[in-house]
């Protein structure tokens, strides 16, 4: 899907929402201020590749956005160690193991870093300690009771009842967390189920055209991609499609994404 206006009003767009001049701009992409005030103003009508691909590093967005070409503003692709994914979750993804409309929809969800955030809650015992220094108090309670039982007799039955209802406010390790992770991941998904039953898609996919390539190729050799070297060998194809390679650099591409793989897993 296209957008309407000009690469330079997006580069206008992007340098006012940014707050960085357009002065400032030129100097970092190392063209002149006149220079790149023609291109905003739309004077000059070809932009080069150089100073197209500066101005999208330079903002982090994808030179189809700058264009016009795509709605999606991020770029098209990240490091795979920016993304932080393991190699397995990289094959998941590539292999088409893992249903890529559900994922967005899940990430894409407004309670989604609030379930990240729970779960790592649980994973670092953060709340364990709070609810085990909180059973720790009502024992601590129900043994004065179990103390005031022996010496005043008469206070027997309003004490066991007592006791009986502080045992029932004590709270597993991590039933709480558990709990809490449960009501906002099924709320998530009754979400979800809403609107893929209403036809509503997930955000464009910004991998677009390259990734479905790799998916594709992937689906083709399904049974050949048992290590990184069969991923990242596969990656690198389907990126000489789209970008001259010659052999030094697509094995050298290839040894960088080895790297940060094994370093992800580390």
């Known amino acids: 899907m296209a957008l309407p206006g000009t690469p330079g009003q997006r580069i206008s767009d992007l340098c006012n929402g940014r707050h960085i001049p357009q002065k400032e701009l030129a100097k970092k992409i190392g063209i002149s201020p006149s220079q790149l005030s023609r291109i905003v103003s739309g004077e000059t009508k070809t932009v080069s590749s150089d100073i197209l691909i500066g101005i999208a590093k330079e903002f982090r967005v994808s030179t189809d956005y700058i264009l016009g070409l795509s709605t999606v503003s991020v770029q098209k692709s990240y ?31 407004k309670n989604f870093p609030r379930l990240i955030s729970l779960i790592q809650i649980y994973f670092q015992d953060t709340a364990a300690r709070g609810v085990m220094a909180r059973n720790k108090v009502i024992e601590m309670a129900t043994a004065s009771l179990a103390d005031l039982m022996k010496d005043r007799p008469e206070y027997r039955a309003e004490a066991r009842q007592d006791i009986q209802f502080m045992n029932a406010q004590k709270l597993g390790e991590h039933e709480a967390e558990i709990e809490k992770i449960k009501n906002v991941f099924m ?45 990242t060998a596969l990656v690198a194809e389907q990126l000489e499609k789209v970008m001259p390679l010659d052999e030094e650099t697509s094995e050298q591409f290839q040894q960088l994404m080895k790297k940060m793989i094994k370093q992800m897993g580390k």
């Open 79 to 109: 490091d795979i160690s920016e993304l932080g994914l393991s190699e397995g979750a990289v094959r998941g993804l590539v292999t088409g193991m893992i249903d890529v409309e559900i994922l967005n929809h899940l990430l894409e969800h």
């Open 187 to 231: 709320s998530i998904l009754r979400d979800i189920k809403g609107n893929i039953d209403s036809g509503e898609p997930p955000e464009e996919p910004v991998t677009a055209a390259m990734f479905q390539n790799i998916q594709n190729a992937a689906q083709e050799q399904k049974q050949e991609l048992h290590t990184i070297d069969d991923v």
